[in-house]
């Protein structure tokens, strides 16, 4: 089974971050699941970090369809599942409807588990901006929210653990867990990507006496859960309906191209 990942951050801006995001992926994965990590163009930001460009609506719309089109390429090539690896889920509604193999959100995979087992949350980010659509997609889930940490300084802190200068990173998760627990948290999530795969890294699975949830490994199971479902034939994509009739994939190409040559 090939599962392909799509996250923000760009490949090779930070070496640490790539062997981690592979290294946990790889190690949450199945026997026989592949997952493919891809991430942004190269010119996409110029610095370490894309927290500058994620805080706007206007942008994550742009964001949000070149992830929905990175799912129907991965369909295309063969993938089972599709993973939107960003916090806010970028593109994972579009992508859900653009596609026919099941579609994974980081956030949505966590905030529905959250939901199924009655656990509140203590959502902590370094992004402030990133707060208002990822509180929106939890209230969207039926989940609930205890708290939503955003930690001082937070570029500064995680871009120095991606120096292996991991102390404040770990004190300012400490300090935010407290927060969260004093709020009624039952589960401690990060809110983005790259603090998860630093916890993951440093074997941080509980805070202040609470369970520290990893929200990428969780996709990757959701979406090796949902594929397994579809092979055996249990559940199905639905193929009627505005949303879910798909057109031939001739016409589908041919729309893209006449859109691609007039832009």
Known sequence: MRIRFQKHAVEGRTPLLDRLYTSHLTRVSAPGTTVEIRTLPPLTYATELPEE?????????????????????????????????????????????????????????????????????????????LAEPITDNISSAGATLASYQVIDDGAVVVSRALAEDFDPFVRAYTAAAERAAKAGAQWLVPAEGIPN?????LQIRQLCGLPVIDPGGLAVKTAEHLAGLRDLGITAKAVSGYWYRQPPRVVVEHVERSLEATS
């Open 197 to 201: 795969e630093l916890l993951v890294h």
């Open 53 to 129: 460009l994620v805080g706007y609506g206007s942008l994550g719309l742009m964001f949000g369809d070149y992830f929905a089109r990175t799912a129907v390429s991965a369909e295309r090539d063969g993938c089972a599942a599709w993973i939107s690896g960003a916090g806010q889920d970028p593109g994972l509604a579009a992508a859900r409807i653009r596609t026919t193999i099941p579609v994974v959100g980081y956030g949505d995979a966590t905030w529905h588990a959250a939901r199924q087992e009655r656990h509140r949350l203590g959502v902590i980010g370094f992004i402030p901006h």
